[in-house]
């Protein structure tokens, strides 16, 4: 299974096993992450689930789609590598992935 790592705004690191097919948030919701509320279930319409992608690990996770982007521009902490965990499937290419919630989720 892929692990990926959350780290909180205060740098304190979850390292979690992700199943396949799984969408971040889930990964995140299951596991107890704190900062990804995802009120609405994963829909792609509350923006509740959002991450900073890695650097590193933005053009493998690739940009978001029209409608993620539409709902990034209603967040406040949104920057250039960020995404909502709901639109990110969890894949073997995924392994070692790295992201941050933003403090404004916490």
Known sequence: MPTVTFTDHLGTER??????????MRTAKDNGVP??????GGCCACATCGVFV??????????????EASMLECCLA?????RLACQIEITPALDGL????PQSQQ
């Open 98 to 101: 790295r992201v941050t919630t």
């Open 35 to 40: 900062g990804i509320d995802a009120d609405c």
């Open 15 to 24: 390292c979690i096993e992700a199943k396949l097919g799984d969408s971040l």
């Open 78 to 82: 949104a920057g250039p590598h960020s």
């Open 54 to 67: 890695d650097p590193d690990w933005f053009a493998t996770v690739g940009p978001p789609g029209e409608m």
